[in-house]
């Protein structure tokens, strides 16, 4: 299966808040932000409903991680002895 670049290329300034949510879901941040999502029905169809502010390619690169990595724990100065 294919892999899709999906760029947000418009502001959400002023679009309904569905519009906002389905950027939300397709991880998708800020102006001109670009991520990498496999290709199935369910990223086609939140595609289509704000196809007016992305554009979409197919591409073979891989995945964009969805959740940021977590940051490691502080240690307390009395565990570090």
Same mark, same amino acid.
């Given at each position: 299966?294919?892999? /899709?670049? $999906?760029? !947000? $290329?418009?502001?959400?300034?002023? *679009?309904?808040?569905? !519009?906002? *949510?389905?950027?939300?879901?397709?991880?998708?941040? *800020?102006?001109? @932000?670009?991520?990498?999502?496999?290709?199935? %029905?369910?990223?086609?169809?939140?595609?289509? #409903? $704000?196809? @007016? /502010? /992305?554009?979409?390619?197919?591409?073979?690169? +891989? /995945?964009? +991680?969805?959740?940021? %990595?977590? *940051?490691?724990?502080?240690? #307390?100065?009395?565990?570090?002895?």
């Amino acid at each position: 299966m294919a892999n /899709l670049k $999906i760029t !947000q $290329i418009k502001s959400v300034i002023g *679009r309904p808040q569905y !519009q906002r *949510r389905v950027l939300a879901g397709l991880g998708i941040k *800020r102006m001109n @932000h670009t991520v990498i999502r496999l290709d199935t %029905p369910e990223m086609r169809g939140m595609i289509f #409903k $704000i196809k @007016h /502010l /992305l554009t979409v390619e197919e591409t073979n690169e +891989p /995945l964009t +991680p969805s959740k940021s %990595p977590k *940051r490691a724990q502080a240690v #307390k100065a009395s565990d570090a002895e």
